[in-house]
């Protein structure tokens, strides 16, 4: 058998039904109505930070430890383990939403820089690599319970300056639509 | 007459130049000649393509070496009257998305450049066979490309127009069509199948007349006029872009110290 040929078919065939795909599915949104759109700008699950963060907390294992019972402890650890994929989901959720608004400033922009458009690429193939990493390790209850316990640490690092920030942007983003000189009118101008 | 065509592929023969002669029609009566330039030159191509080889098949036998010439110098020339229409419609599509046409441009140049490299390096100097290779590394480059661009058109929510979004999908399905056919047939039933050549061109010309039917009926229907889609300055985008990536960098980060799974690249 040639390799060849079948690395040829192979292609054909896999042309063929990104191709379909492609025909047959539908765009969810418009440019322009993703980026009028705030939800689409907010992380919003940012606001629940302190509530995790008490919830992931060392403090509340050690005092468990002392006081409570061992099935109590299990059932917290495994608790701990759904918040943690739960955290993980919404990471993903707000960094897509973060995806999602770079590409709609890209496609109303009349310059795009390769550099950064690649990049971006980059970090989403990079995070969406390490989130089915951890998130394979949660699932299968191979994570050390120190990592969970770290979990507090990370987020706090993933500060609320994103959601300003975004949020932020999202409202410079629409400012300079209004008075751009290509649409002779602000957002709703067709 | 010295051919050695059966009567199906004569048949599938005027029945392709019946549709072409049909799309050229819409094309002009809806005024559409002026907008698709090289598309039409590219139908108009197809056709006198058609109707000269069936001449000089009819003149020299179809098995001769002047039929084979002529045959290849045609092919060559509607290949790249078809990308030169591909790229026309592409920019139609995304005229009013500057910067994204950009993107694609640069992608559409460089699969170009690795089409020919790929073919010098494999041809090794030698032009038969060489332009056996050419044709269906055109195809498959043809269509990964295209393919490439629709993913990119989808990737930024560009909504295109469906006349043209049927015009360059059915491009791209002729090309899957033909690589799997000259990989298949020429690969695989060759050796065995006695009737290769026929049944090749049944299928390849029985694929064409569905894209000729398809575009009939996308260039039937009207285009409605491209309302200007609204543009940012392009100052922002130079501001916002890094500070998104910087952002996405900072939640990569994130997840990476989760259990310190490696320092990502800069």
Known sequence: ?190 | MRTAFSSTVQYLWAASAALQLLVFTILVIRGLVRKLPLFTAYIVLNLCQAFLLYAVYKRFGNLSHAAYLFAWWAEATTLVARAFATVEILKLAMASYRGIWALVWRLLAACALFVLICIALASRGDASWALMEADRGYHLIFATALVACLVLIRHYFIAVEPTYKILLISFCFYSCIKVLLNTVFQGFLYPQYIHFGAAWQIVAMLSYLLVLIAWAAALARPIPLQSAPQVLPAHLYTQISPEINFQLHAMNKQLMNFWNLGEPRH
């Open chain 1, 1 to 190: 058998m040639n390799y060849s040929l079948l690395a040829f078919a192979g292609l054909g065939v896999l042309l063929l039904a990104v191709l379909a795909w492609l025909s047959f599915s539908r765009l969810r949104n418009k440019p322009e109505a993703i980026l009028s759109s705030r939800a689409e700008r907010e992380c919003r699950h940012i606001s629940y930070l302190p509530h995790i963060k008490q919830a992931l907390s060392d403090s509340d294992i050690d005092f468990l430890k002392t006081r409570g019972s061992p099935s109590l402890l299990k059932r917290i650890r495994k608790d701990r383990r759904r918040i943690a994929i739960t955290y993980l989901e919404a990471l993903r959720s707000d960094f897509e939403k973060l995806l999602h608004f770079a590409r709609v400033v890209a496609v109303m922009s009349p310059e795009v820089e390769v550099v950064q458009e690649l990049q971006s690429a980059r970090l989403h193939l990079e995070f969406s690599y390490r989130y089915y990493l951890i998130y394979l390790r949660l699932v299968f209850g191979v994570a050390p319970s120190q990592a969970l316990g770290n979990l507090s640490d990370i987020i706090s690092a993933l500060t609320v300056r994103m959601e300003t920030a975004i949020t932020e942007l999202g409202e410079r983003a629409a400012l300079g639509a209004e008075f751009s000189p290509f649409n002779g009118g602000g957002m709703d101008a067709s």
